[in-house]
């Protein structure tokens, strides 16, 4: 995730104060993590700096607003026309699994099963989760929790495979 190009979404919305910033990332992050607040500013400084956004002054409140320029947008479109390569070699299990087949551990077996086990439990608690999103009509987030599921789906049949040909 690229808080720099958070920011320019947001900002192609409406201008914000960094706080609003802060916020409305983590609510984009959605199932990610949160933002630090510090990197929000450093990276709102780099997009200023860079000619990507402008200060069009203070709010009500005393607090620096931020806008989104001409060259700004011009940057957005691009990243978001930009295709996101999908590379499940490089995740952090396959890694491993793969380290662990190059020196034949004997740890494979009890690697996959606790694998699967962290899995499952993931998919029952994001099933619970996209039920509630459901309900509260939070469609962005519900749509998250639906891809994240079936990624997870597709991560448990490449280990039942693995299991039935190496085990």
């Known amino acids: 995730m690229s808080v720099k190009y958070g920011i320019l979404t947001l900002l192609s919305v409406k201008p914000h104060h960094g706080y609003e910033l802060k916020i409305e990332l983590d609510s984009l992050l959605g199932l990610k993590g949160k933002i630090n607040p510090g990197q929000i500013y450093t990276t709102l400084d780099r997009l200023t700096r860079d000619g990507f956004v402008v200060s069009p002054g203070m709010d009500e409140q005393e ?73 509260q009509g939070d469609e962005n987030r519900y749509l998250l929790v639906t891809g994240t599921l079936l990624h997870l789906e597709a991560d448990l049949n490449w280990i039942n495979q693995v299991e039935n040909r190496v085990l």
């Open 63 to 135: 607090r620096k607003l931020y806008d989104i320029e001409w060259k700004g947008k011009e940057e957005l479109n691009k990243w978001l026309l930009e295709p996101v390569a999908y590379n499940n070699t490089k995740e952090d299990f396959f890694f491993k699994w793969s380290c662990a087949r190059e020196i034949n551990s004997a740890l494979e077996k009890k690697m996959l099963t606790q694998q699967k086990q962290l899995i499952v439990k993931e998919v029952m608690e994001l099933t619970k989760l996209k039920t509630e999103l459901l309900i």
